[in-house]
């Protein structure tokens, strides 16, 4: 089966731009997580959706950072303005369903973000 | 959220067996373990999980003690590709911490 999909793979922005990153989940999969992941630190998790609403986005930056989830299956995470801190790998994970307690998540490649 | 504490890196000899461990002691008992491993710049990758019992699969074992506070993540025979971060999580809402860098050597 195909796997979680990210693009684009590397961004290179200075500082106060916006960027987005897209991520299509593997089909069927209920759960949509995205994660930020900065050099040498485990990945954080910003925002989870059940299909395509929000179940937890408690550590998502909500002055810069946005999410959405149309129609329950791709979703995009959008940071505007931009700051240095926010160099990171970008993570999206999919699930069958958080009802389920023992469905594994599986991840993208990731979207190496530099802001500069 | 239960938390889960891991050494911060372990050295293995290739076909040799590798054990994580994993301290998850304010688990609650519908928590899941779960193992994930991280090869550098790559996703996590899903390696196996389990409630109670002690679980096996093509990839490893996982042992969980009778009071469910720690883990054991056994690579029966591990190669120079199992080099990676591993991440030893409870299942809530897979909050990951800073997980165990295994570097296997020749």
């Known amino acids: 089966e195909a796997g979680v999909a990210q693009s684009p793979r590397y961004k290179i922005i200075e500082k106060r731009q916006s960027v987005a990153f897209w991520c299509n989940p593997i089909s069927g999969h209920a759960t949509l997580y995205w994660y930020q992941q900065i050099l040498g630190q485990g990945p954080k998790l910003l925002i989870q959706?059940?299909?395509?609403?929000?179940?937890?986005d408690s550590q998502l930056p909500k002055d810069r950072f946005s999410a959405e989830r149309l129609k329950g299956v791709d979703s995009t995470l959008k940071i505007q303005p931009a700051k240095l801190e926010d160099s990171a790998v970008y993570l999206c994970a999919s699930s069958l369903d958080r009802t389920y307690p023992h469905t594994e998540a599986f991840f993208g490649q990731g979207t190496r973000l530099t802001v500069v | 959220d239960a938390k889960t504490t891991q050494p911060p890196s372990m050295d293995c000899a290739e076909g040799r067996a590798a054990n994580l461990p994993c301290n998850h002691s304010?688990?609650?008992?519908?928590?899941?373990v779960y193992w994930y491993r991280q090869i550098h710049s790559q996703g996590p990758q899903y390696i196996i999980h389990g409630l109670k019992n002690n679980e096996t699969n093509e990839m490893a074992s996982l042992i969980i003690t009778e009071d469910r506070k720690s883990s054991t993540l056994i690579l029966p025979h591990a190669t120079l590709r199992d080099t990676a971060v591993y991440y030893c999580i409870v299942r809530v809402q897979l909050s990951f911490g800073a997980g165990t860098t295994v570097t296997v050597r020749a």
């Open positions: 959706f059940q299909n395509n609403g929000v179940v937890d």
């Open positions: 304010t688990i609650s008992g519908n928590e899941y």
